[in-house]
């Protein structure tokens, strides 16, 4: 039979963290049809691949693209670096079982404004998914701070008893129309008064539809010890699998702390399923937040409501020029946006490193100066730190981008280069791929990406084009009875 596509005299490195070996790859339909030494069967187009990578399309684990994807379904930042697939619904908020009644609250303002959310079910999300048909495959998380939304008069109080229940039912359909699982965002105001109890209530609901709970941490400061005691004890409540959001110890104070906190990982991963995240920059981003203002560390502003002709300085630069306070300056710059110059790089190489750390972009997409790591988190880690720095083998920079993060979230036949598996595929050359965009420069696509091609249609050319969209929504796989 004629094979739509043959890449031939590639290296495939498999995404299962296995050796890497030389072959030929075939693709027909969706599916990836035949692996082989050599493949001699003719086929509709032949790319030759000699010196380069084919690897499983990676997986974007952390995302906030929830309403760009379908607003923007040629979606450049992701697609250019080799992603195929995108979970977004991350840090508590979701665009997916989202209902504005009145304004957009603070963070949920990161994924646009009301007229963007649309989407009171996520089945609703699924068929908006559907019909935009982006370039990549997207599946959702449901936002716990998105379900407070929707059953709360106010955010800054825990729920009651009755609340918590409309939550769990929201939620419980939510799984049932295809949602991976719930995301928490407690260290932010709209859900730091929930208590640990209304999160167990509802962890309950996805151990019974076999859901994922992933949690932005109370706290990554430092109280982080605390916050990952609480996660984990969330995760045994409900018997459900956890991954911590963008691993990270945050704050001058906090640093040298990760070898703290991944021995406690160690220690917890013997009796529950504990995973995390991390993205390869040493500054986080956000909104601008009174609590994470300090002088300890450069804080530069990327936008503001109020002032949008401040964008682009530090935060002690505005607050000199106006002479007052940084926490003043904060507030009259708020609602903004900002990059966080809080984390030590020994850190972030030791999350890394990590065996169960996945790599997420967490990208900001509607930031109108977006910190880097929205076009350039995993061609950083392919380039930078396993090439450049050798913090590990290129075989396990792909694993930690594919295989391991389609068994997490648990989508299935993705993830690997394996016959009769999905054609997510991305050809890239090991000696060349880098991440160009910078702090100063965002919007700029990777180097040494090749092709990248989504459920068999090749979509992304080494020329920076689009040259197909077939992303398809990607719902849970129910539970095996």
């Given amino acids: 039979m004629?094979?739509?596509?043959?890449?031939?005299?590639?290296?495939?490195?498999?995404?299962?963290?296995?050796?890497?070996?030389?072959?030929?790859?075939?693709?027909?339909?969706?599916?990836?049809?035949?692996?082989?030494?050599?493949?001699?069967?003719?086929?509709?187009?032949?790319?030759?691949?000699?010196?380069?990578?084919?690897?499983?399309?990676?997986?974007?684990?952390?995302?906030?693209?929830?309403?760009?994807?379908?607003?923007?379904?040629?979606?450049?930042?992701?697609?250019?670096?080799?992603?195929?697939?995108?979970?977004?619904?991350?840090?508590?908020?979701?665009?997916?079982?989202a209902t504005i009644r009145h304004q957009v609250p603070d963070p949920m303002n990161l994924l646009g404004e009301k007229q963007h959310f649309v989407y009171p079910t996520v089945a609703d999300y699924a068929r908006a998914v559907e019909a935009a048909?982006?370039?990549?495959?997207?599946?959702?998380?449901?936002?716990?701070?998105?379900?407070?939304?929707?059953?709360?008069?106010?955010?800054?109080?825990?729920?009651?008893a009755q609340e918590i229940r409309a939550m769990g039912d929201e939620l419980r359909v939510a799984l049932r129309q295809g949602a991976l699982g719930m995301s928490t965002g407690l260290a932010y105001a709209s859900a730091f008064q929930a208590t640990t109890e209304e999160v167990m209530a509802l962890a309950e609901a996805l151990a019974a539809e076999g859901g994922i709970y992933t949690t932005h941490l109370r706290s990554e400061f430092e109280p982080i010890l605390d916050a990952l005691d609480e996660a984990f004890r969330i995760g045994r409540h409900g018997k459900v699998p956890v991954v911590v959001s963008h691993h990270k110890c945050a704050g001058a104070k906090n640093w040298g702390r990760t070898t703290e906190t991944l021995a406690l990982f160690d220690k917890m991963r013997q009796h529950q399923e504990i995973g995390c995240d991390c993205y390869p920059y040493s500054a986080s981003s956000s909104t601008l937040d009174l609590k994470q203002v300090t002088d300890e560390f450069d804080i530069v502003v990327t936008w503001s409501q109020p002032c949008p002709e401040e964008a682009g300085q530090t935060l002690q630069q505005i607050a000199e020029k106006w002479g007052v306070t940084l926490n003043d300056a904060a507030r009259r710059l708020m609602p903004a946006g900002a990059i966080y110059y809080n984390m030590d790089e020994q850190d972030v190489q030791r999350v890394l490193r990590y065996p169960v750390t996945m790599v997420g972009s967490d990208g900001l997409p509607n930031d109108p100066m977006p910190h880097p790591r929205l076009w350039g988190a995993f061609p950083r880690v392919l380039g930078h730190?396993?090439?450049?720095?050798?913090?590990?083998?290129?075989?396990?920079a792909v694993h930690k981008m594919t295989g391991l993060s389609a068994a997490r979230f648990r989508l299935p036949e993705r993830g690997l280069v394996k016959t009769g598996y999905y054609a997510d595929l991305v050809l890239f050359n090991p000696d060349t791929?880098?991440?160009?965009?910078?702090?100063?420069?965002?919007?700029?696509?990777?180097?040494?990406?090749?092709?990248?091609?989504?459920?068999?249609?090749?979509?992304?050319?080494?020329?920076?084009?689009?040259?197909?969209?077939?992303?398809?929504?990607?719902?849970r796989q129910p539970q095996q009875s």
């Fill in 433 to 475: 791929v880098r991440d160009v965009a910078s702090f100063t420069d965002p919007q700029r696509p990777a180097e040494g990406i090749n092709a990248v091609m989504v459920n068999g249609v090749m979509s992304y050319r080494d020329n920076h084009q689009i040259t197909g969209r077939a992303g398809r929504f990607l719902r």
């Fill in 133 to 160: 048909r982006p370039v990549v495959n997207v599946g959702t998380l449901v936002g716990h701070t998105s379900l407070r939304n929707n059953q709360m008069d106010d955010l800054f109080r825990a729920a009651t």
């Fill in 2 to 97: 004629k094979a739509d596509w043959l890449f031939k005299n590639v290296t495939v490195i498999d995404g299962s963290g296995g050796p890497a070996y030389r072959a030929d790859v075939a693709v027909t339909g969706d599916r990836i049809t035949e692996i082989a030494p050599a493949i001699t069967r003719p086929a509709a187009q032949a790319i030759d691949g000699e010196g380069q990578v084919l690897a499983p399309g990676f997986i974007d684990v952390h995302t906030h693209d929830d309403t760009n994807v379908i607003r923007i379904p040629e979606y450049l930042p992701k697609i250019s670096q080799g992603i195929t697939t995108v979970i977004v619904g991350n840090c508590g908020i979701s665009a997916a079982g």
């Fill in 385 to 396: 730190y396993s090439r450049d720095k050798q913090l590990f083998p290129l075989t396990t």
